[in-house]
């Protein structure tokens, strides 16, 4: 690529590789000045969403891993340049080779070095495995040697793949099948130990130069993962270590359950490989051994035509007990041992697998013998059924690729000749496979009202789920808060999106106390405790309440009223004043006192904030002395009048306690 630089300092220099769906660059961080590798979405998978998720996947992976043998990620984005999106990674640059050419170029390794491989290996698995990823193309080619012989794993991105982007996929998945597990040959479940595996396959290359099983295409291959058996290394590499056999083999077993259950348990056998306890046992009366390879024999009237040379077939193993190959039988493992095999992994189509194969080498008619029955293929992954139509002798083609409610995606949903049918040998079966379900992209509901957010979800082909209320300070009454699946995320057609829809601001509810008989100062407490404004506080004389206390209030008790209610009160002067009878005060001698000095009291009266419509403001003055309480002064003052100032003369030792519109304000002393 020509000058691109990415994000403003990412320029691309040359191209170092290139895999399934990326090529990778080498470039420079023009802000850090340092090398670093850019790996880009081919073009031909930027409008497919899949692919987009999968490269996405790749940098979320690795980039929760901090481990010193895992490549690090830097940066990942998306830009647009001439015309072009280009979905990018940015990550450690790594001055080496692949594992696979130094294996091309090295193996079979010593068991020291394949250890220390491994081992680093492991180590990045474990520390994957720990993040719950699951790796799942662990291969020579995606893993990295520095001139240290340090091993850095890369490729975290390989997932499902089908789309309508990739029509022929399986081939590409396929080409790399040569390190997949048992289980990933089959479509099942996989997990940690589908790792191990393939690990226990890079071990077994490193050991002895080879892969542990070949074929002449794709599907022998995954057909030997799944049902034939392992050659040892060490068969292969006599000069192997017992105990390193053992680890690859372990890593190797078919059944997950006698695998290497985790990194850690491997590693513990790597670092004790040379002292390795293996339990010898007594060989049991069927004991493996090698079949050799049966070149087919021709029949009579073809002995004189030349013949092309048969391609080179897998080696696998077989019980001693079963009996000799007769040297006047060679077709023998193709009638008989071939067909076996495939019965164990075939599922649905064993029998129809035998009969045919069976028929085609008897004496029976050539149109009779060219005629193949169909088996079903719906529900089954494409290499599965590829690995049903190389065995019956027919082809399969996709013409298809649609959404489905029913089927995963990547099953077979329908196909042109129905089970039981039976076609020319060589003929085409087309098919129709699963996309999934189809998904959309949740809207954002938030502040619609329920009946918009309803139409909405009709709109993109989603349900209406529960609805919730609650209440809120940011959304309007009526209008909905929350979302569950929230905005953006992607789902099937057809999901229920529930909501939450607002009540509005939450209202506290106060139960109206009753003031009756309090001191016009505790009541004043009581209302500003409870959040509620006190109003007008009038003064009267009553015979029922004593002076200074409320004998009303405009709010009966009980009554639920909302916070910062106005409350007005009512405060008695006690009993009204009576004439005493006019009498002759005694003629008493005045009591001799020292006279005492008043001293003035002096309290500013400032205005409060003018709320809307009011023109004046209620000022009220409690005198205390001791536990005495005396109302002096409760009344209205202008705003128009401004800041005032209130002086009293009194005696020394009192205080004077300031209210204004029922707040308390200050406490004056002298």
């Known amino acids: 690529m020509n000058h691109i630089v990415l994000a403003g ?26 090398n670093v590798a850019v790996k880009l979405l081919k073009q031909q998978f930027v409008g497919d969403q899949e692919f987009i998720t999968n490269f996405g996947n790749e940098a979320q992976s690795a980039a929760s891993l901090n481990h010193p043998n895992v490549v690090n990620i830097f940066d990942v984005g998306k830009e647009e340049i001439d015309e072009r999106t280009l979905y990018y990674i940015v990550m450690e640059y790594i001055d080496g080779r692949t594992l696979k050419s130094v294996i091309e170029d090295e193996a079979p390794m010593d068991d020291e070095r394949t250890v220390r491989l491994a081992a680093q290996i492991a180590q990045a698995l474990k520390a994957a495995h720990a993040n719950h990823i699951i790796h799942r193309d662990i291969k020579p080619q995606n893993i990295l040697i520095n001139e240290d012989d340090e091993v850095k794993v890369t490729d975290f991105g390989i997932a499902k793949i089908s789309t309508s982007s990739t029509i022929t996929y399986t081939s590409s998945i396929l080409g790399t099948v040569h390190y997949i597990s048992p289980e990933q040959a089959k479509g099942k479940f996989i997990d940690e130990k589908s790792d191990l595996y393939s690990l226990g396959v890079v071990m077994y290359e490193l050991a002895t130069g080879n892969v542990p099983f070949d074929g002449e295409n794709a599907v022998a291959i995954a057909i ?38 985790s990194a850690d348990e491997m ?22 051994t090698v079949i050799p390879v049966i070149k087919d024999t ?10 092309p040379p048969s391609p080179p077939r897998s080696i696998y193993q077989r019980t001693a007990n079963q009996p000799p190959i007769a040297e006047e039988r060679p077709d023998f493992f193709r009638r008989v041992v071939l067909p076996v095999l495939l019965t164990l992994f075939l599922v649905g189509g064993g029998f129809l697998v035998i009969r045919g194969i069976l028929a085609s080498s008897e004496n029976t008619p050539a149109t009779e013998s060219r005629s193949v029955e169909i088996p079903t293929l719906l529900g089954k992954t494409l290499p599965e059924a590829q690995v049903l139509a190389e065995a019956n002798g027919f082809v399969i083609e996709i013409s298809e690729e649609v959404y489905s409610q029913e089927y995963s995606e ?50 993109d082909n989603l349900e209406m789920g ?18 569950n699946p929230e905005y953006g995320e992607r789902v099937p057609v057809g999901t229920a999106v529930s909501v939450t829809v607002s009540q ?39 015979d029922t309440y004593a002076n200074n206390t409320v004998m009303r209030q405009s709010v009966a008790p009980g009554t639920v009223v909302d916070p910062q209610t106005t409350i007005d009160l009512v405060v008695s002067l006690g009993p009204a004043p009576t004439e005493p009878p006019a009498t002759e005060p005694p003629q008493t001698e005045p009591e001799q006192t020292e006279p005492v000095s008043d001293v003035e009291y002096v309290i500013p009266i400032h205005p409060p904030a003018q709320e809307e419509g009011a023109t004046s403001y209620q000022v009220h003055i409690v005198r205390v002395d001791g536990e005495n309480e005396e109302d002096i002064r409760n009344e209205p003052y202008n705003y128009a009048d401004g800041t005032q100032t209130i002086r009293i003369m009194d005696k020394p030792g009192l205080s004077f306690e300031l209210y204004i519109n029922g707040n308390f304000v200050r406490t004056i002393t002298h």
Request: proline letters at 5%; charged letters at 30%.
């Open 9 to 34: 300092r990412y320029e691309l220099l040359d191209k170092i590789g290139e895999g399934g769906m990326a090529e990778v660059y080498r470039a420079v961080d023009l802000v850090l000045k340092r």
């Open 224 to 261: 030997s993962h799944i049902q034939h058996e392992l050659i040892p290394p060490k068969d292969l590499n006599p000069s192997l270590s017992e105990g390193l056999n053992h680890i690859i083999v372990k890593a190797l077993e078919k059944e997950t359950a006698t695998r290497y259950q």
């Open 267 to 288: 590693l513990r056998d790597l670092r004790e490989y040379k002292t390795l306890e293996i339990k010898e046992t007594e060989a049991p009366a069927d004991q493996t």
């Open 298 to 307: 021709p029949e009579p009237d073809q002995q004189d035509e030349p013949q």
């Open 410 to 459: 990547g099953e077979i949903l329908e196909q042109s000749v129905n089970p039981g049918q039976s076609i020319q040998r060589g003929e085409t079966v087309l098919v129709k496979v699963s996309l999934g379900q189809e998904l959309t992209t949740v809207p954002d509901l938030l502040n619609l009202s329920l009946a918009d957010a309803e139409a909405r979800l009709r709109t």
């Open 466 to 483: 529960e609805h919730r209320t609650g209440y809120s300070d940011t959304y309007n009454e009526g209008t909905v808060m929350r979302q």
């Open 504 to 542: 509005g601001r939450q209202v506290e509810e106060i139960s109206m106390p009753d003031l009756r008989t309090n001191s016009q100062l505790q009541a004043i407490r009581t209302l500003q405790d409870l959040n509620l404004r006190v109003g007008q506080v009038d003064s009267e004389h009553s």
